[in-house]
Nanobody
């Protein structure tokens, strides 16, 4: 089992940047692919980005491609989501999650963090 804790959320103006971190504990972090999801008020949780166990493959949703970058440092048991050119529609609670496979589907992820709020003002 792996425990995940997100950090780095906050309030930022449109066009600004934030970097989210996801720190893992428990089982070996490099045994898991890592995904980022978000959930806005009144909406379903949606896929944002994912990175393979070794960090060599990534996936992005169309809505964030070119603006967000997912990465990881297995030596630090930490994953990151660099978010640039933020838009008000990026406002949501952001979650990191761990899966045995690189996936974009929520049900593929067995372990979840508690989430961190990102608010983008216009």
């Amino acid at each position: 089992q792996v425990q995940l804790v997100e950090s780095g959320g906050g309030l930022v103006q449109a066009g600004g940047s934030l970097r989210l971190s996801c720190t893992a504990s428990g089982r070996t972090f490099s045994d898991y692919a890592m995904g980022w999801f978000r959930q806005a008020p009144g909406k379903e949780r949606e896929f944002v980005a994912a990175i393979s166990r070794g960090g060599f493959m990534t996936r992005y949703s169309d809505s964030v491609k070119g603006r967000f970058t997912v990465s990881r440092d297995n030596a630090k048991n930490t994953g990151y989501l660099q978010m640039n050119s933020l838009k008000p529609e990026d406002t949501a609670v952001y979650y990191c999650a761990a899966s045995t496979n690189l996936a974009v589907i929520i049900t593929s992820y067995a372990y979840w963090g508690q989430g961190t709020q990102v608010t983008v003002s216009s």
